[in-house]
């Protein structure tokens, strides 16, 4: 760690790896006790015998086909809703159209005058609490409609217009 060369370094856990360092160094980690001849067989990554080798190609191969048979996996995001990006357009025309000032519509939703001013100008996003109250009472849809860049990330294909190659100039 330090960059001293020694002799006769220690095996010295830190934060989850394994180091030899000097005498010094040992100090920042938990020493490990090394057994050198079963460690050489029992080691998953070993190649001193066939049958150990084998049996790491076996347990690596399953362990890599476990992972990948599920495909993408799910995050929280999946179930999120997305805004539409002209949200503040569409709260604004709804709420004209509805006759209803900024006040009338804030006082009727239990909300401060100033965040309907402020999703209006789409200086901030609502809630999802706010985003019903507002979905209800204006009978207006906020979530982005249709998916437009969903089908962009889940197929995970070019459109085929440019490629990295097409944008990138060597230098041979």
């Known amino acids: 760690m330090c960059g001293n060369e020694t ?15 000097c005498d010094e160094c040992t100090d920042f980690g938990t020493e490990v006790k090394t057994q050198e001849s079963s460690s050489s067989t029992s080691t998953k990554y070993s190649t001193s015998s066939s049958s150990s080798s084998s049996s790491s190609s076996s347990s690596t191969a399953t362990s890599g086909s476990s992972s990948s048979g599920g495909g993408r996996r799910k995050d929280m995001f999946d179930d999120m809703e997305e805004l539409a990006q002209d949200y503040d357009d569409l709260i604004r025309d709804a709420r004209e159209q509805a006759g209803l000032s ?18 209006e100008h789409g200086d901030t996003l609502p809630s999802d609490d706010v ?3 507002l979905e209800r009472k204006l009978d207006i849809d ?19 217009e440019y490629t990295l190659g097409d944008v990138v100039e060597r230098k041979d």
């Open 142 to 160: 906020l979530s982005a409609g249709g998916g437009t860049d969903e089908g962009e990330w889940e197929g995970g294909s070019s459109t085929g």
């Open 7 to 21: 002799s006769d370094p220690n095996r010295v856990k830190i934060e989850g790896a394994e180091l030899d360092v």
């Open 102 to 119: 900024q006040e009338d519509l804030a006082k009727s939703l239990n909300l401060k005058a100033s965040l309907i001013r402020k999703l």
């Open 131 to 133: 985003q019903r109250k």
